[in-house]
């Protein structure tokens, strides 16, 4: 009898045990580019509006890293962390990830469906469908390369759910200007007034690293439109922000960016990620 007890006992704890935190993994293939591996971290909780953040990585196309590096951030702000890998094979290049893969190598328009931007929002519907969530919308935040991914998205998929966005040390930019030919400027970007619109309209906070100023760092682009742009990341970043507020001001628009610095960090997503949870959550 006392075995049954205790067998009974143990089974009935088996059946309520809460969700173990976990670092995990999936292949994505419910979109029509190429699968692509997911990264996760899954807190201690898992409620079924727990807020959903997506990380974009680097040049290195480093996703195991950077879920690593988020994985204790998800764990102590019970958020559902979401990396997505966008590989060189599949995705080349600058072209391939940072703008979108909207052309190919000969710069002829490739269809939306198969534009990287295009892989975000059914990777959040797969989330929610694997992990029982109700969340309605999901948070994005990029570092380097990935804010170059991040900030163009914000232009490019104006219909995302996106709570929050948080584009941070971008190396170049998409800047407001109409006679600077795309991808450094309007022309020829593909972009309509109600786009940038919608895009200024967004909870968007550019983050800075106040010491991401070398103007020689190893991964940062010196051609002469980017070096227009400004001679480091801190001072292009800066440039960006202050010429969309100044752009929505002239169309008498309401703009919802803020800018925001990190003292004491350079070019270093380990150490801005802690910076970045306050504007990625409620």
């Known amino acids: 009898m006392t075995l049954l007890i205790a067998l009974g006992l143990l089974l009935a704890g088996l059946t309520t045990a809460p969700v173990i935190a976990d670092k995990g993994q999936f292949t994505f293939d419910g979109w029509q580019g190429p699968p692509m591996r997911v990264f996760t971290s899954r807190p201690d909780s898992l409620e079924p509006d727990m807020p959903v953040v997506f990380v974009m990585h680097g040049v290195r196309r480093n996703a ?22 966008f590989t060189e094979a599949d995705f080349p290049g600058s072209r391939g990830y940072n703008l979108g893969f909207r052309e190919d190598e000969q710069g002829r328009p490739r269809p939306r469906k198969l534009w990287s931007y295009s892989a975000i929002e059914p990777i ?3 989330v929610r469908r694997r992990e029982g ?6 948070a ?18 104006p219909d995302a759910r996106v709570s929050r966005i ?57 051609a002469p439109q980017a070096m227009a742009q400004g001679a480091h990341r801190f001072a292009r970043g800066q ?32 150490r801005m990620a802690p910076a970045a949870v306050p504007y990625l959550l409620d």
Request: charge should be negative.
């Open 140 to 157: 994005l935040y990029g570092h380097s390369a990935g804010s170059q991914f991040v900030h163009r998205f914000i232009y490019y998929v």
């Open 124 to 126: 959040f519907d797969e």
């Open 239 to 270: 440039r960006f922000f202050a010429l969309n507020r100044d752009a929505a001001e002239q169309k008498g628009v309401p703009f919802g960016w803020r800018l925001a610095t990190v003292p004491g960090v350079g070019h270093e997503n380990r």
């Open 64 to 85: 195991d890293e950077y879920r690593d590096q988020w994985h204790e951030l998800a764990l102590e702000h019970d958020f559902f962390l979401v990396v997505p890998e």
């Open 133 to 138: 969530l109700g969340t309605k919308r999901y």
């Open 166 to 222: 948080v584009p941070a040390n971008a190396g170049w930019y998409l800047m407001p200007e109409a006679d600077v030919p795309a991808p450094y400027g309007l022309e020829d970007a593909g972009l309509t007034a109600e786009m940038l619109v919608s895009a200024w309209r967004k909870p968007v906070t550019v983050l800075l690293g106040e010491l991401d100023t070398d103007p020689r760092h190893r991964h940062l682009r010196r």
